[in-house]
């Protein structure tokens, strides 16, 4: 696991217990999508939508009720722009219509059919943004790691706190 966070940009790098081709299933298929991060419906083109759906209650195996201060944003549903795809191999898209900068996911293949995903959100605003995505980010790649690797994720919230106290050390 490799992180590193700035207020410009975050870059998160994972190998994963999978294929390339399953990992970009993980990211490009909603149903797929939801059980690490957030689903939606997608059109997998430049220019298409890339659908978002809030319920990380869905994350956790487990009965683990959603923290107050994210409570708000339970069913909370959107699309962002998809600006770069090149299956399997590369997908970029906006955050908050681009106000908040693009997100691009690269994914290699590396020994024994592993693969390399490397996370790259650029254009943020400042601290607030990296401390909020680099918390939500590193997250979301710890159960996608859990999901692939055929383990479950009792308790997202619990990885959430732990990926936002990496984020809170790096921008110390």
């Known amino acids: 696991m490799t992180d590193t966070i700035t207020p410009q940009q ?12 399953t990992v970009w299933r993980y990211l490009i298929e909603p149903e797929l999508r939801a059980k690490w991060f957030m689903g939606g419906d997608t059109e997998p083109r430049v220019g298409g939508k890339f659908g978002l759906t809030f319920d990380h209650g869905a994350l956790s195996d487990g009965d683990v009720p959603t923290p107050e201060r994210y409570a708000k944003n339970v069913g909370k549903s959107w699309f962002e722009t998809i600006e770069r795809i090149e299956p399997p191999h590369l997908l970029a898209f906006s955050w ?22 490397t996370l790259t959100h650029s254009g943020l605003r400042g601290a607030d943004d990296a ?20 383990e479950p994720v009792p308790n997202f919230w619990v990885l959430h706190a732990e990926a936002e106290q990496r984020a809170n050390a790096a921008l110390a």
């Open 10 to 21: 975050l870059r998160f790098e994972r190998t994963l217990d999978a294929p390339v081709e």
């Open 131 to 150: 401390r909020s995505f680099g918390g939500g980010w590193g997250s979301h790649l710890d159960a996608l790691q859990c999901r692939l690797a055929g």
């Open 96 to 117: 908050d219509g681009g106000a908040a900068g693009t997100v691009v996911f690269e994914l290699a293949p590396v020994d024994d059919g592993r693969t390399r995903l």
